[in-house]
């Protein structure tokens, strides 16, 4: 397996409370991606990066932010967390040296009441 | 922006028969497909992967084939085992140097029944 740890793994939190959940790699990937998964919807792109501090929008990217200052950490927050922000977060890292795989961590389900 | 749809949603077979599930993408720029298994609790853990430059590529039990022209591709699993049980997403994107977002179909619950 890919060393990719998240945290936490679950939380749970009130409406308007900011979050931040870690992705955290050891295999010196430049790609990173976070990505949510709704029943009914897969996987849906939120945010990615392409390098330190290079960062893009994805898919969903609306009401969330993040920020990569080392090539093993990027960062996803939530300023003010939402109901429909209620998910299971994925991180995944890919190099595309050799492969354009993903590789996905074990997922953060982040409950917000 | 690039659509995928996967089908059927539930797909249940009996040990050492065949599964097949079958995704549709939009956009004719897409060039990378790739397959995921996630079992539960669990990340998604790619299974096989295809180019567009690829009609079919096969792995043990599992293949992959592609229709550029019709723009659907699917996945075969052959001889189903109960450890084939799992949600099984397809996806597809247009690799390019600034990494590689990937569209997911909705995925497929297999169920492989003793």
């Known amino acids: 397996d890919a060393g990719i740890t998240q945290s936490p793994r679950h939380k749970v939190t009130e409406t308007g409370t900011p979050v931040t959940l870690r992705c955290h790699q050891t295999e010196n990937h430049r790609y990173m991606y976070w990505y949510r998964q709704d029943p009914g919807h897969g996987l849906r792109l939120i945010h990615y990066s392409y390098g330190v501090k290079d960062t893009d929008k994805g898919e969903v990217s609306d009401g969330y932010s993040v920020s990569r200052s080392k090539t093993e950490d990027f960062l996803l927050t939530l300023e003010s967390a939402t109901s429909s922000q209620t998910s299971v977060y994925f991180c995944?890292?890919?190099?595309?040296?050799?492969?354009?795989?993903?590789?996905f961590g074990p997922g953060t389900r982040l409950t917000v009441l | 922006g690039e659509n995928v749809e996967q089908h059927p949603s539930t797909l249940s077979v009996q040990e050492g028969d065949s599964a097949v599930i079958k995704c549709t993408y939009s956009?004719?720029?897409?060039?990378?497909f790739p397959w995921y298994k996630q079992e539960l609790g669990k990340g998604p853990q790619l299974i096989i992967d295809?180019?567009?430059?690829?009609g079919e590529k096969k792995d043990q039990r599992i293949a992959v084939t592609l229709n550029k022209t019709a723009k659907h591709f699917s996945l075969h699993i052959t001889e189903t085992q109960p450890e084939d049980s799992a949600v099984y997403f397809c996806a597809a994107s247009k690799v390019t140097g600034g990494g590689n977002k990937l569209t997911f179909g909705t995925g497929t619950q297999l169920k492989v029944e003793l």
């Open positions: 295809i180019r567009s430059n690829v």
């Open positions: 995944a890292i890919s190099d595309h040296v050799d492969t354009d795989t993903q590789y």
């Open positions: 956009d004719s720029a897409s060039n990378y």
